[in-house]
């Protein structure tokens, strides 16, 4: 969840508050929409809903979410240095600037007038005071605005996690049908009040119910509302007169910034480098949008860096993370004030999907890291032919457990190979990884045999499983990129299997393998291991035969 939160305040609180009202606005269109199904639901559901909304901390909270909501956009506005963004960041912007227009006569009209006067808010009021009036078209165009804002905030914040890509033609579905059911329990509800309402006696016992308002009531609700809509039209107008402001006194005040292996380019001081660098149409990559919340933005200063202002604790976090060189920078952060030259780490070559593969993903899996011990010594002297030979037959004995188990082979390294366990979660990713381990081992066991009866001298091998973070994607030219993985799990994998060697065994697995795949490890012997770059003592589990782990996933998988 780290990944998810890293950026600055403003940031956080953004995402933070954005989250508390799409919660809020599902279960409102929920209740909306139960009026398809019964009155006496939509009520007893909207009751509930309010023992939440209607008390003093919930009443804070949310509507403390919705004016830091609302002032981080208006502040976001004044702020910008360029209004050119991509096409989901206006239509976010557009959205969201224009719900509060919409909100608060809904608010004036429920809330307010429920504190103020009394009035018995119910769904059934509010369907059956806009029904078939432009209010009603105007109610029904917010809940859509309001809808698509919030999924695709939550679409931007979640698209880098697997389980959110995996998820999305489900959630697609469940977004579409939402707002589609809460309209049709408006509809519902609107008629059937309607027609209560064309019975005098009916209408009186609802109005009287509702504690309807007389004229001078809706005549003080009217006013604030209109009040409201002024105040967020003149907030409005303020903060495009300060951001219009702003970009007429930068105007008079340029720096020049030159893109290596790219254009030159003359700019207002005080815009981002990736403000810049979309004011003038230069390709540059940005995941996240540019929030500072992740680093594929980044850029090496070549000439000026030293007249940067330094990296806020934020940015230099994201930079530390991915182990960032001397003189790198997030585009989205630095504002330079004096001529620079900078260089794209992640430039877009325009192909499609290109730009987002080649950042790849972020997961938590098992790598497996096994090689073949004294292939030199006893391949030597042979023909490449009978070499080539020895090693198909030792891949075609060794691999089909692994694929079995769930692995994939991501490399063949010579008389070696590097395996991925990509599943859905690091628990099952360890599981597969130990039974992977236990069946190939017992596969080379069969094959050594047959390699007996040939005369020929049995094969050894040593292998090591480790877990934890590492970045699947393309690396490569555009166009012949094989997707591959990376990353310091990679290289203490490839540890242990060397360090198997050196113990005389044939598979080390690491105390984080185990411990995801649900095993104790408090009885088991361990090693605590000094691995040549990897910077803290790892402990692991040697084996002398990875058959010996079939008791270990045995014991895991007996109910306790």
């Not at 369907?127 to 917010?142: C, E, F, K, R, Y």
């Not at 000026?304 to 530390?320: F, K, M, T, V, Y």
């Not at 993903?361 to 090689?371: A, P």
Request: proline share 5%; with cysteine.
């Amino acid at each position: 969840m780290s990944v998810l939160w890293r950026g600055t305040w403003v940031t956080k609180l953004r995402i933070g508050s954005g989250l508390i009202l799409f919660v809020f606005a599902f279960f409102h269109f929920l209740n909306v929409g139960f009026g398809l199904l019964s009155p006496s639901l939509m009520d007893g559901f909207q009751d509930a809903r309010q023992l939440f909304t209607r008390n003093l901390v919930g009443g804070v909270i949310l509507h403390g979410a919705l004016l830091i909501h609302a002032g981080l956009a208006l502040l976001s506005l004044a702020e910008r240095r360029t209004l050119r963004m991509p096409a989901w960041q206006a239509l976010q912007y557009g959205f969201g600037l224009t719900i509060p227009v919409l909100l608060i006569a809904h608010v004036v009209h429920t809330r307010i007038a429920h504190e103020l006067f009394a009035l018995n808010d119910e769904m059934s009021y509010i369907a059956v005071l806009i029904w078939n009036t432009p209010d009603g078209w105007m109610q029904s165009l917010l809940l859509l605005l309001v809808w698509a804002h919030g999924c695709i905030g939550l679409h931007f914040w979640l698209r880098l996690k697997p389980w959110w890509r995996r998820a999305l033609p489900y959630l697609i579905a469940a977004a579409a049908l939402v707002p589609a059911f809460a309209l049709a329990g408006f509809m519902t509800e609107g008629r059937r009040m309607r027609a209560l309402f064309a019975d005098p006696q009916a209408r009186a016992e609802a109005m009287a119910a509702f504690n309807w308002p007389d004229a001078s009531t809706f005549d003080i609700l009217i006013g604030i509302a209109r009040t409201g809509f002024w105040i967020f039209l003149g907030l409005l107008a303020l903060a495009g007169i300060v951001h219009f402001g702003r970009r007429i006194v930068r105007r008079r005040r340029s720096v020049r910034i030159r893109y290596a292996d790219g254009p030159e380019v003359t700019s207002p001081r005080g815009l981002t480098l990736l403000e810049m660098s979309r004011l003038h149409g230069v390709p540059h990559t940005a995941l996240c949008g540019g929030r500072g919340r992740c680093t594929t933005c980044r850029v090496v200063i070549e000439e000026g860096a030293d007249l940067l202002h330094p990296p806020d604790p934020a940015e230099l976090n994201s930079l530390r993370a991915v182990k960032a060189g001397p003189n790198t920078r997030l585009a989205c952060q630095i504002r330079p004030q004096h001529p620079a030259t900078v260089f794209r780490v992640f430039l877009p070559d325009g192909k499609r999907g290109r730009a987002h593969a080649s950042q790849g993903q972020e997961r938590r899996l098992v790598i497996l890291f096994l090689d073949m011990r004294g292939f030199t010594a006893r391949t030597a002297g042979q023909l490449p032919y009978d070499v080539v030979f020895l090693l198909n037959r030792f891949f075609d004995a060794i691999v089909p457990p692994i694929i079995a188990a769930g692995g994939s082979i991501d490399k063949y390294l010579g008389d070696g190979l590097l395996a991925v366990f990509e599943t859905t979660d690091e628990a099952s990713s360890a599981r597969a990884a130990l039974r992977a381990a236990a069946d190939l081992s017992a596969a080379l066991a069969a094959f050594n045999l047959r390699l007996e009866d040939e005369g020929v001298p049995p094969i050894r091998i040593g292998a090591g499983l480790h877990l934890g973070e590492l970045v699947l994607g393309e690396i490569g030219a555009a166009g012949s990129a094989p997707r591959t993985i990376i990353g310091d799990t990679v290289n203490t994998a490839s540890r242990l299997e060397g360090m198997t060697k050196e113990l005389g065994v044939e598979v080390l697995v690491s105390r984080t393998v185990l411990t995801s795949a649900g095993i104790g490890t408090d009885t088991l012997d361990l090693v605590t291991l000094e691995l040549r770059g990897v910077s803290a003592p790892l402990a692991a589990l040697a084996t002398l035969s990875g058959q010996d782990l079939e008791h270990l996933l045995t014991e895991a998988a007996s109910p306790a």
